[in-house]
């Protein structure tokens, strides 16, 4: 075994001093901060291992009912573990589409943020479902319904009449249970409150069967 002398000069003891200026209370200080504003640096600056992916974005706040345009929606990078679920990743996928919710400036527009079949599946857990118009018989009942509501559509009873003016139409009968409301069009400026549409998401048969009904019928909603 090999034995140092107390007196054998170590590493660090060739090394030259440090200067009397980077030991003063002012160096260490200043040195302090450096260290600071590096670290700071490196906390704030992207890791160039985490991926970063595309999406678009509103640039304006948008209402529901809108069709979007090419000046209202904009492409920003964002991390990939930052996104939501099935972000849209290109300008067409969102200009000439109908907003089927409030979107904020700045929000991540997604699949379901727009009327399409993914908001049908999304909405109604049926990957083959569809988004239907319905004219109320009568139109106030659209002043109380909001995007999101779940309701039974309802063919209206001998009391009501029917929208095409052909008269009295069936005894109430539920057409389709816990569909779910996407959009209420705007209050018509015009005479006619008819024009008012809500849009209801359900199952395609389901579907099939109110639209069927809408041409004839008169219809309501029952707010679950």
């Not at 007196?7 to 060739?14: C, K, Q, T, V």
């Not at 069709?67 to 573990?81: G, H, I, P, Y």
């Given at each position: ?29 200043g040195?302090a ?15 160039p291992?985490?991926?970063?992916i ?5 640039a ?27 972000p849209?990743?290109d ?7 109908t ?7 700045g ?6 943020r ?5 908001l ?13 118009p ?6 106030s ?6 995007i ?5 559509v ?29 959009l ?35 219809l ?5």
């Open positions: 075994m090999t034995f140092r002398s107390p007196l054998s000069p170590r590493l660090l003891d060739r090394l030259p001093g440090l200067s009397p200026r980077l030991t003063s209370p002012a160096a260490r200080r040195i901060a450096l260290l600071a504003v590096l670290a700071l640096v490196a906390a704030v600056r992207p890791d291992d985490r991926r970063t595309t999406v678009v974005t509103a304006v706040d948008l209402t529901p009912g809108v069709v979007v345009t090419a000046d209202q929606v904009r492409t920003t990078a964002v991390e990939d573990d930052t996104a939501p679920t099935a849209l990743t300008l067409t996928d969102a200009v000439d589409r907003v089927a919710g409030p979107v904020r400036a929000e991540i527009l997604t699949d379901v727009l009327l399409g079949p993914e049908a599946a999304a909405g109604t857990t049926d990957d083959d479902a569809r988004i239907v319905v004219r109320l018989a009568d139109p009942v659209a002043e109380i319904l909001r999101g509501d779940v309701v039974d309802v063919r209206g009873s001998d009391d009501l009449e029917s929208p095409t003016g052909a008269g009295s139409v069936s005894d109430p009968e539920v057409l389709a249970d816990h569909a779910l409301v996407v209420v069009s705007e209050a018509a400026t015009g005479t006619s409150r008819r024009d008012r549409v809500v849009l209801i998401a359900l199952p395609a048969t389901a579907a099939t069967r109110v639209a069927a009904a809408s041409l004839t019928d008169a309501t909603v029952v707010v679950r």
